[in-house]
């Protein structure tokens, strides 16, 4: 006879072992009663939630795994689309649930204009007769009087938080001017991201005609060396060059050593130029998105895509990197079984030079100290206070955790140390961890590119963040997150000024090498439109500002 599910059930408890039976009881006696809950709709992992029933302990006073999310949180406001295979990307719908901070919500507009760019992408992309079309003409050296496709490619290189950042900005020229966007495949991009478009991908296919990787400044098609030369002018309708038709392509430098005549990428006569030329293929480093904000044709259009100018790199962002299920692996299995029980998640990246800096280590002390980002320490002459063995009715010292992120541990052990070793002014507690420290950074090593990647996302999960200036590494984590970090002076270092950190003007990050003039008059970029500054950490660059907060 079959027996019931609590026979079953009472047959398998009498093979537990004594010691799993102490476990079980031990557990019971000391944890409060919870109540778990699975459910979830689109891409959701099977959700823990935690709930307390003792008495006097507060719902917003308890530890939870995840954060409770809608369905429309998990797809960011209308930034992603369903339909996507769940299992072939973990991150895209799951990431909401680890996040703190749920985000800014997108506009309407820029909503409408992804998923117009989405249509444009399955269209022309790889594998289309139109991309076929396409790459005949590139390969005939001209491009057509009226493309059906026109194309920019973004080309990888340098580190990885250079690497996203470029390509966000690509991808925000590629929407603006109706192109598709395509990103080369080299530098593990394939590897860390999963395709951000539904029914089609955004790498350049193998066998592509030309190899742009060697391109640079004596490149013959490169836009500014064409423009310099007289070889191409904005003195006709439709753009001119000395034979008469226009280049199969275009290579944008935007390096740190781009000429004058590179620049011009930003003004308006030359946007028209270039939007005759099919293929555009883009070298950068930077983030190039406050220097489209000067060009007149695009900002009524990007008014209406970002009415919060400070949250371009948020949203696209967002919408384009989503680790792949190696990475997200190490993301979560690190948030859960470090951060996921703290009240509160306080994350501090550190760049470094050849050596351990004594003088960054009390920059950062200060910093989290005078900030109230952490609690002060006690002094050696203290004495340690009477630690309560219960909580008090309603709460009490909530409990903290520090994600520190650096090449190296020093920093991470000092701090660590100093929080063990002498009891905090307000008897918080406070944990530090830190996932990885590999001593150099490591070009084309793909298990140290895995960890940068997620390193840099756990950093976005945190409820307050520290950075270090002029840190592409760190520009990438505040923009996913939603936040204005507390920036680090680097310029601070053996100095003897007390202040050694401020809050950033945007969570926007800083374009380090932008036009330093307006194209029609010589006019300081940094005042021709109200919301693109000069930024702090980078006196020469150009930020995206949110004018409400200035």
Request: charged fraction near 20%.
């Amino acid at each position: 006879m079959t027996m019931t599910k609590t026979t079953q059930l009472a047959a398998r408890c009498k093979r537990w072992t004594p010691a799993v039976n102490a476990v079980l009881v031990a557990f019971v006696l000391v944890v409060p009663t919870v109540v778990i809950l699975f459910g979830g709709r689109i891409g959701e992992q099977p959700a823990v939630w935690i709930k307390t029933a003792v008495a006097g302990i507060r719902r917003d006073d308890a530890s939870f795994l995840h954060r409770e999310t809608t369905h429309d949180e998990r797809l960011l406001g209308g930034l992603l689309v369903e339909g996507f295979d769940q299992e072939s990307c973990h991150s895209r719908y799951q990431s909401a649930v680890y996040r703190r901070n749920p985000g800014r919500k997108p506009s309407q507009y820029l909503v409408s204009k992804l998923r117009s760019h989405e249509a444009l992408q399955r269209r022309c992309g790889p594998g289309t007769a139109a991309y076929a079309n396409a790459l005949e003409q590139l390969k005939a050296g001209k491009s057509p009087a009226s493309p059906e496709c026109r194309y920019v490619v973004s080309i990888s290189y340098r580190g990885l938080g250079n690497r996203i950042i470029a390509a966000a900005s690509a991808f925000l020229y590629a929407v603006l001017t109706d192109r598709v966007f395509l990103v080369d495949p080299s530098n593990s991009m394939d590897e860390l991201f999963c395709e951000p478009f539904p029914n089609t991908s955004w790498l350049v296919p193998p066998g592509f005609p030309i190899w742009y990787q060697g391109f640079y400044l004596s490149t013959p098609e490169r836009y500014g060396k064409m423009r310099e030369d007289g070889v191409l002018r904005t003195d006709a309708t439709n753009g001119s060059t000395a034979s008469g038709e226009l280049p199969a392509f275009a290579y944008i430098h935007l390096d740190h050593n781009q000429t004058a005549h590179d620049k011009l990428f930003f003004c308006d006569d030359d946007q028209r130029l270039l939007s005759n030329i099919q293929w555009l293929l883009i070298r950068t480093d930077g983030y190039i998105a406050p220097g489209l904000f000067l060009v007149e044709a695009f900002q009524e259009e990007l008014q209406m895509m970002f009415p919060e100018r400070d949250a371009v790199f948020h949203h696209l962002g967002r919408y384009l990197f989503h680790p792949t299920n190696r990475v997200w692996g190490l993301i979560t299995r690190y948030y859960d079984a470090h951060l996921a029980w703290a009240q509160r998640v306080v994350g501090i990246q550190v760049r470094v030079g050849w050596s351990e800096s004594p003088e960054t280590l009390k920059q950062i002390k200060t910093c989290t100290q005078n900030e109230g980002l952490l609690p002060a320490v006690l002094g050696e002459e203290d004495e340690e206070p009477l630690v309560k063995t219960t909580a008090p009715r309603g709460g009490g010292a909530k409990p903290t955790a520090v994600l520190m992120t650096s090449l190296r541990a020093w920093y991470y052990d000092s701090m660590k140390g100093m929080y063990w070793e002498r009891a905090t002014a307000n008897g918080e507690v406070v944990v530090f961890d830190q996932p990885s420290h590999e001593e150099v950074q490591r070009y084309g090593v793909k298990s140290h590119e895995h960890k940068a990647w997620a390193e840099m996302y756990l950093l976005s999960m945190t409820d307050t963040l520290v950075t270090s200036g002029e840190s592409t590494f760190g520009y990438v984590a505040q923009g996913l997150a939603g936040m204005r970090p507390w920036v680090l002076d680097m310029g601070m270092v053996n100095s003897t000024v007390g202040w050694p950190c401020s809050r950033d003007m945007s969570m926007e990050p800083c374009y380090h090498v932008p036009p330093p003039y307006g194209c029609k008059r010589r006019e300081d970029a940094g005042k021709i439109v109200p919301h693109v500054r000069h930024c702090k950490d980078w006196p020469t660059g150009l930020k995206l500002v949110d004018t409400k907060d200035w």
